[in-house]
C-alpha cells in the first residue's frame, strides 16, 4: 500500500511581529527566517516521520525551490514525481505574532502550474487501494480526484484554503475529510451551528465519508457511520502554529495506514500537533514517531 501526496511546495517567509499589521499600516518586524512549507510539503513529512512510506508529487519553480526537494529527501520522502518547471516556486508570507497565531497570505508559483498531463504521468505509478492524500493548493485538484476514483485509490482530502473552486470538486468520492468548523461550515453552508450539528451535516451530505473536524484548542471530533470520537489537545507553551494542522493530518493518516485504529491514530495525532506547535518555523517543527510516542503531555 502506497501513499501518495499530491500537493504543494512553498518558500515560507516568516516575520515575528507585535501583531499582524493593519490595513495602511507599516511595521517593523522583530525577525525574519526562511523556511520551507506548503500544507503539501508540510503533510508529506509528517506523513513520513509517522513512519509511512510516502511519495510527494508536485511542482517547483526553476532555481529557487531545489532544497525544498532536499528536505523531503532528508525526511524520508520519494521526490521523483516532482516536475521542475519554468517560473517562481510557490510560497508564502507568514505574520507571526506574540501569542503564537500566524497570518498567511500565498502566491502560488508553479503549485498553479500542475496539468492534467503531468497528473496522468503521476497516477500511472499507482493503484486500487493507494492512498491519496489532497489539499487545496495546487491546480487541477478535481481532475486528480477524479482519476483516483478510477484507480480505486483512497482519497484524503484537506480542504484547504477554502475557496469557491471547492464547490465544484467530485467531493463524493471523497473517503477521508480532514477540516476545521469553519471548513466544514463553508462546504455544508451552516456557518456558526456548532460542532455537533456540523458532524451531522457533513454526515448527512457525504454518507460514505469518515469526517475529522478539527476544533482548534477544543481537539477535534471523528465520525465514521454512527461511531463518534472525541479527541482533546496535549497542552504546551505555544511557540508556532503555522504546521499543527499538517502534523495533525500526516501523523493521523499515517497511523491509520500503519494499522493502528481511529482512535489510537487520533491520539498520535493530537500528540505530534502539540510537539510540532512547541516549535518555531512549519516542516522544521515536525516530530519524528520516536518524539511522539516518547511524548506525554
Known amino acids: 500500500m502506497k501513499i501518495l501526496n499530491y500537493g504543494s511546495l512553498n ?5 515575528s511581529v507585535d501583531h499582524f499589521v493593519r490595513g495602511g499600516e507599516t511595521m517593523s518586524s522583530e525577525e525574519m527566517h526562511v523556511f520551507s512549507g506548503g500544507k503539501g510539503l508540510n503533510q508529506s513529512i509528517a506523513l513520513s516521520k509517522s513512519g509511512a512510506e510516502v511519495w510527494h508529487a508536485g511542482a517547483i519553480g526553476t532555481g529557487d525551490g531545489d532544497f525544498l526537494i532536499r528536505q523531503l529527501k532528508e525526511a524520508g520522502v520519494n521526490t521523483e514525481y516532482i516536475s521542475v518547471l519554468d517560473g517562481k516556486t510557490g510560497h508564502a508570507i507568514i505574520q507571526k505574532a506574540k501569542d503564537g497565531g500566524n497570518c498567511i497570505l500565498l502566491f502560488g508559483g508553479a503549485n498553479q502550474q500542475i496539468t492534467r498531463e503531468m497528473v496522468d504521468g503521476v497516477m500511472d505509478h499507482f493503484e486500487k487501494g493507494d492512498y491519496l492524500v489532497l489539499q487545496n493548493e495546487i491546480s487541477e485538484i ?12 483512497v482519497l484524503v482530502f484537506n480542504p484547504s484554503p477554502m475557496d469557491d473552486k471547492i464547490s465544484s470538486y467530485p467531493l463524493e468520492y471523497v473517503d477521508y475529510f480532514l477540516l476545521t468548523e469553519i471548513e466544514a461550515g463553508d462546504i455544508c453552508g451552516e456557518q456558526g451551528s456548532g460542532e455537533e450539528l456540523l458532524l451531522q451535516k457533513l454526515s448527512d451530505k457525504f454518507p460514505a465519508s469518515k469526517i475529522v ?8 471530533l471523528y465520525r465514521d457511520g ?11 507553551p505555544v511557540a508556532d502554529t503555522t504546521a499543527a494542522g499538517d502534523t495533525f493530518t500526516g501523523f493521523l493518516i499515517g ?3 500503519q494499522g493502528l ?3 489510537e491514530a487520533l491520539d498520535l495525532a493530537a500528540k505530534a500537533a502539540a510537539i510540532a506547535v512547541s516549535r ?6 515536525i516530530p ?10
Open 213 to 220: 473536524l478539527t476544533l482548534g484548542g477544543d481537539g477535534s
Open 11 to 15: 518558500i515560507d517567509y516568516t516575520y
Open 226 to 236: 454512527q461511531r463518534i470520537l472525541t479527541q482533546g489537545i496535549y497542552k504546551v
Open 255 to 257: 497511523g491509520l495506514v
Open 142 to 153: 478535481g481532475y486528480i480526484m477524479e482519476r483516483a476514483r478510477e484507480k480505486g485509490m
Open 261 to 263: 485504529d481511529a482512535g
Open 288 to 297: 519524528s514517531r520516536e518524539e511522539v510516542e516518547a511524548f506525554e503531555g
Open 280 to 285: 518555531p518555523g512549519a516542516a522544521p517543527s
